[in-house]
Nanobody, 125 residues
Framework: QVQLVESGGGSVQADGSLRLSCGASGYTISTRCMAWFRQAPGKEREGVAVLYSAGSTSYADSVKGRFTISRDNAKNTLYLYMNSLKPEDTAMYYC???????????????????WGQGTQVTVSS
C-alpha cells in the first residue's frame, strides 16, 4: 500500500521560506516521477514541480527560480524548498507519485495516481 505523508506547511510572511517534506512508504520515490501540486481556494489544482527518476527537474513558470524540488533516497523522502514566498503561493500543497498502472493526473510528462493528504501554506503580505 502506497502512502505519502506531507509536512512542513505553515504561515509565513512574504519573502519568507518554507521546506515541505513528503515521506513515502510502499513506494520507492527514486524509481518514478514525483511531483508537488498545489490548489488555492476556488482554483484548479496545478503542478508546481517535477523530479524525474534520472534526477532532472521541471518547474512551473510561477515558481521557477524560487522553488527547488529534491529527494533523499536513503530516507525515501521528497522535498520542496520554497524561497521568496509570495501571497499568491498560498494554497494546499500535495505530494504526488507516478502511477503507471491506473493513471491519474498528467503533469510534466508523467501521470500521478498516488497523493498525500496535503499541507497548507499561507503567505501573508
Amino acid at each position: 500500500q502506497v502512502q505519502l505523508v506531507e509536512s512542513g506547511g505553515g504561515s509565513v510572511q512574504a519573502d519568507g521560506s518554507l521546506r515541505l517534506s513528503c515521506g513515502a512508504s510502499g513506494y520507492t520515490i527514486s524509481t518514478r516521477c514525483m511531483a508537488w501540486f498545489r490548489q488555492a481556494p476556488g482554483k484548479e489544482r496545478e503542478g508546481v514541480a517535477v523530479l524525474y527518476s534520472a534526477g532532472s527537474t521541471s518547474y512551473a513558470d510561477s515558481v521557477k527560480g524560487r522553488f527547488t524540488i529534491s529527494r533523499d533516497n536513503a530516507k525515501n523522502t521528497l522535498y520542496l524548498y520554497m524561497n521568496s514566498l509570495k501571497p499568491e503561493d498560498t494554497a494546499m500543497y500535495y505530494c504526488a507519485a507516478e502511477d503507471t498502472l491506473y493513471g491519474g493526473t498528467w503533469y510534466g510528462g508523467c501521470v500521478y495516481g498516488y497523493w498525500g493528504q496535503g499541507t497548507q501554506v499561507t503567505v501573508s503580505s
